[in-house]
């Protein structure tokens, strides 16, 4: 019974990610989204903790929005939503964004003095953020590689490029 249980979680855990086409890891930070806020371990969450779960995942939906999750994915009286639910919701979310948007705002992060580059200092200070131990050659070495218009710093649309690169 135990393995009969196991495998349709498997299989509906594959279903979903081939539906929404997001990675394993994606799929993960959905999960654990889900269950930091799954307080009482239920497996239910209320519209306040959807609301804080969804925005943890970079979704800042208005009430209404939220509401309409709740309704379409909820339980009959709309109140919760199980993991199964907001896995579904989420994947499909996720899967939908435009990555050059994400890139877009994880420069604007790293970017921090809006100066429009990324140089030196702000990738030390993200590897410091990160807890990564970064050599200052290293870090220049990163600068020149990517710097292609060779102004001293990796601006957006060069950020861009090397983070399609890696999809």
């Given at each position: 019974?135990?393995?009969?249980?196991?495998?349709?979680?498997?299989?509906?855990?594959?279903g979903i990610?081939?539906?929404?086409k997001?990675?394993e890891d994606?799929?993960d930070e959905i999960?654990?989204?889900?269950?930091l806020?799954?307080t009482n371990?239920?497996?239910?969450?209320?519209?306040?903790?959807?609301?804080?779960?969804?925005r943890a995942?970079g979704?800042?939906?208005?009430?209404?929005?939220v509401?309409r999750?709740?309704?379409q994915h909820?339980t009959?009286?709309?109140?919760?939503i199980s993991?199964d639910?907001?896995?579904?919701?989420?994947?499909g979310?996720?899967?939908?964004?435009?990555?050059?948007?994400?890139f877009?705002?994880?420069?604007?992060l790293?970017?921090?003095s809006?100066?429009?580059?990324i140089?030196?200092?702000?990738?030390?200070?993200i590897?410091r953020?990160l807890?990564?131990?970064?050599a200052?050659?290293e870090i220049?070495?990163?600068?020149?590689?990517?710097?292609?218009?060779?102004?001293?710093g990796?601006n957006?649309s060069e950020?861009?490029?090397?983070?399609m690169?890696g999809n």
């Open positions: 019974m135990m393995n009969g249980l196991q495998f349709s979680t498997t299989q509906r855990t594959v990610r081939q539906q929404a997001i990675s994606k799929l999960k654990e989204a889900f269950s806020f799954d371990k239920d497996g239910f969450i209320d519209y306040f903790e959807l609301k804080v779960a969804m995942l979704f800042d939906l208005k009430k209404d929005e509401l999750v709740l309704n909820g009959a009286d709309g109140q919760k993991i639910g907001f896995v579904k919701v989420m994947s979310m996720v899967a939908a964004r435009d990555p050059v948007d994400e877009k705002k994880a420069f604007k790293i970017d921090e809006g100066s429009g580059i140089t030196a200092p702000s990738l030390r200070r590897a953020e807890g990564e131990t970064i200052e050659d220049q070495s990163m600068i020149d590689e990517f710097d292609l218009d060779n102004d001293g990796i957006e950020f861009i490029k090397i983070m690169a």
